[in-house]
């Protein structure tokens, strides 16, 4: 009994584990991205009901939240890397396997078992695209100027830009019997984007600092566009997946010619350093 029941002192009871409070501006972020991977999650539902409207405004909003969490994160210096494994599963969820998933809703279960496998491939090739994209990270050696691009198409973009047949057909574009296998292969080319070695322009410094001269204009821009997004969704959807695709050979182009320079301004410092 005494083993069961051993004496102690008044005052020496154990005390309870008490654990360090987490601020606020650390789990900010990490909330973004669970309602981005929620909102990914919906969508997929959304498309099961037939409600493809709201399904492709759910992969929307997902973006739009995921591209929130990395600056609401920067600003609040909230950055960890829990919240980086976060984003990328809520990413792969939402832009790897949702738009999947609505797509073979919309058409690929017309091909029947190779609708599946592009679902399989669209899926894969985005887990590839953001295992490489946390790999890339942690790269010390990595130029400063390469911050500014993506190496592959990034999952948000390859999410909204697959789409596209979806767009097309909620703006009234006729959607004949046969288009399922043309559809098939602009998703097996999106899919290849997402893990080409093509740079894409990334746009994390956008918007970090603005002109005085251009606050004004860039106000009234920024509300004619959420107005012309919010009263023709997909139009505006179909437009900026096709100005996008149509601008990164521009990308590709800009990229070699800062790869270019970086060699020179080697060569350039070199006799600073050995003086």
């Known amino acids: 009994m005494t083993e069961l029941f051993p004496p102690f002192e008044p005052g020496d009871e154990p005390k309870t584990r008490r654990f360090k409070p987490v601020p606020m501006r650390l789990l900010l972020p990490n909330f973004i991205t669970l309602l981005s991977l929620c909102s990914g999650l919906t969508g997929m539902r959304l498309a099961l ?12 909003v997902a973006a739009i939240l995921d591209g929130l969490d990395g600056r609401v994160a920067r600003m ?16 792969f969820v939402s832009f790897g396997v949702a738009p999947a998933m609505i797509l073979y809703f919309f058409s690929l279960h017309n091909l029947h078992s190779p609708g599946w496998i592009i679902v399989l491939l669209f899926a894969c090739a985005s887990a590839l695209r953001l295992a490489r994209f946390n790999v890339a990270i942690d790269d010390p ?20 830009t697959v789409l596209l047949p979806v767009y097309l057909h909620l703006v009234g574009v006729s959607h004949p019997q046969g288009s399922a296998v043309f559809e098939a292969v602009y998703i097996l080319f999106i899919a290849f984007m997402m893990i080409s070695r093509i740079p894409t322009y990334a746009g994390k410094t956008l918007g970090s600092r603005v002109p005085r001269s251009t606050v004004v204009p860039l106000f009234i821009l920024v509300v004619a566009f959420v107005a012309l997004l919010a009263t023709m969704t997909f139009e505006m959807l179909a437009l900026l ?35």
């Open 49 to 60: 009901e037939n409600k493809l409207e709201m399904a492709v405004v759910a992969i929307f």
């Open 76 to 91: 609040m210096k909230g950055t960890s890397r829990f919240g980086a494994e976060l984003d990328s599963l809520a990413d």
């Open 241 to 275: 997946t096709l100005l996008y695709l149509a601008g990164i050979p521009l990308m590709v182009r800009r990229y070699r010619q800062l790869e270019a320079l970086e060699p020179r301004a080697t060569a350039t410092e070199m006799p600073s350093r050995s003086q």
């Open 141 to 160: 050696d990595r130029p400063a100027w390469q911050k500014d691009f993506f190496v592959g198409m990034p999952a948000p973009a390859g999410a909204l």
